[in-house]
């Protein structure tokens, strides 16, 4: 039974990470492509880490997520 819950805690984390890898991808292709600002490009990937609650994605963001 906890091996199974575990598991799904595992596959619930990577299906989150994997929807908010995707997004943020799509996101910085539209920057630099010119298409967002720096400021847009910072207020999407704090709200898709605000949804997504990734694990990796807050560690890797580009964002100052401190101050």
């Known amino acids: 039974i906890v091996s199974r819950a575990v ?3 595992c596959e619930t984390m990577f299906d989150a990470e994997l ?3 995707t ?3 799509i996101a910085k292709n539209l920057r630099s492509q010119g ?3 720096e400021d847009e490009y910072a207020v999407i990937d704090t709200n898709l880490q605000a949804v997504f609650s990734p694990s990796l994605g807050t560690l890797l963001s580009e ?3 401190i101050n």
């Open 7 to 9: 598991t799904a805690m």
């Open 19 to 21: 929807q908010y890898q």
């Open 23 to 25: 997004a943020i991808a």
């Open 35 to 37: 298409l967002l600002t």
């Open 63 to 65: 964002n100052d997520l």
